[in-house]
């Protein structure tokens, strides 16, 4: 595990601050963030180390949201499927403690 000042090290630093909202698919698992205009979520990505995306206000999640289920989506998804939820602080410590895989963007060239 890699670990910095004391506490596991994360591709988001404010993903260890207290607070904030993340959100949850019905059937997908909860959002970790996207690349290539993919969105990834936990545990469906099969990428548990990236943690979860925190979204510091409730209105940020919910603009979120909208723009997942719009047409400028790459993959709209259904509004219904999407809830927002307090950030699970405990649930992104376990995934990027007891999941170190390094990802393409971490590993040195």
Do not use: V
């Not at 019905?26 to 469906?44: H, N």
């Not at 047409?71 to 509004?79: Q, R």
Request: charged share 20%.
């Amino acid at each position: 595990m890699i670990r910095r000042q004391g506490r596991p090290m994360s591709l988001e630093p404010s993903s260890h601050l207290p607070g904030g909202f993340q959100i949850t698919h019905r059937t997908l698992g909860i959002y970790q963030g996207s690349a290539i205009e993919l969105a990834f979520w936990y545990p469906s990505s099969g990428m548990p180390e990236y943690g979860l995306c925190r979204f510091a206000t409730k209105e940020k999640a919910e603009s979120y949201r909208t723009y997942l289920c719009s047409p400028a989506c790459p993959e709209p998804l259904d509004e219904k499927d999407l809830t927002i939820e307090p950030y699970d602080l405990t649930a992104h410590e376990d995934l990027i403690n007891n999941h170190p895989l390094h990802s393409a963007w971490e590993t040195p060239t």
